[in-house]
């Protein structure tokens, strides 16, 4: 997506970012510190000042943190707030904060937020948003089940491409869908408390009991946003806010079945972040009718077409060694001792592993990229 189409979204997103605002103006206070976790444009900063802030460490890896700090002095704010770029479990700030403020959905804050937490942010200190609840219901859904699953059932010019499905079926689908899809009510699967919690993974059980006839395709997934106690932000359907970064999933089943008025329905669930993979999702469906039981357990682990080789490089006690890239790349670190030019790191990066660069232009854009995400 277009990066300023996105952010206007984001901007424009008048529910969800009127509800982040009350929510920093009635946790922030005349002389914070604050973090603000993926600061993309800087609202969530700006609104931290306007509600008295003291200063602010704006944290964000792309690109955009530069417009960010175009709009800061634009607003006059230039002096309180502090723009950091990187990955935020590589950035240090030089004291900690009373408040982290976060926007990235999920995926980011399952992956990030705890971690940063722990980190920077002072005892008796709190985040928002506080906590995240999933949410999940069982979906008849023919249509995009044919699409998204059964698509690589069937024969394309000729080739067959059903080694796809398996990957296709154990895939989490951003879709959104309607109420007229649940064949049960929504059933939340638990809540993880962000000011406390440890693990980064949220998940539990629940049970459904199915309210009509129809075909089981799978479940329907959202996560609601406790901004603070009084103050949520709900990706459930009907969907009112733009993604991204909010939106629902779809997680199919292995093949659909049919359920009766009155069917069970168990559904385990859980998302746990890992430093390598991402997020890792894990679900099991579980129908029993009057006269079967069937099960199906999925997870987005057995959708990665991940070759023997590929997870064995993925184990602890492997020992990787640099490409000649990587070994590029550690020269030009080494060099940079606050000593030797730009120019003499290209020269001798361009000496050194001439077989790799056509030009000395190569080279130097080769170091360019080193030096932009790790030299000061």
Known sequence: MDT??????????????????????QTVRAGDLVLDLGT?????????????????????????IELAKEISRANGLEDRIVYIQGLSSQIEIPEKVDVIVTHLGLRGILSSLIDVRERFLKKGGTV???????????????????????????DHYGINFSPMRQVAVNEVHGENFTEDRFLAGPVSLGRLDLRKAMETRIGGEATFHALRQGILHGVGVWYTLWLDEDTSLSTGPPLVLPSPPWGQSFYPIERPVEVQRGDRIDVRMKASAFTTAGVVWTWEVQVEGCESKTTFTHSTFNGLPL?????????????????????????TLNLCDSKTSLGEIEQEV????GTLFQTQQDAATFVARVLRKYAA
Do not use: N
Request: glycine share 6%; charged share 20%.
């Open 4 to 25: 300023g189409h996105q952010h206007r979204l984001l901007v424009s997103d008048k529910l969800c970012q009127s509800r982040y605002r009350q929510a920093i103006f």
């Open 40 to 64: 993309g444009t800087g609202i969530h900063a700006l609104f931290s000042c306007q509600a008295g802030a003291k200063k602010v460490y704006a944290v964000e890896q792309g690109e955009i």
């Open 128 to 154: 928002i948003p506080a906590a995240m609840e999933l949410l999940c219901v069982p979906l008849e859904w023919p249509a995009v089940y044919d699409e998204l699953v059964d698509f690589w059932s069937r």
């Open 307 to 331: 070759s023997r080789e590929s997870l064995h490089k993925q184990a602890p006690s492997y020992r990787p060694p640099l490409t000649p890239r990587g070994q590029a790349g550690r020269l």
């Open 350 to 353: 361009f000496r050194q592993f």
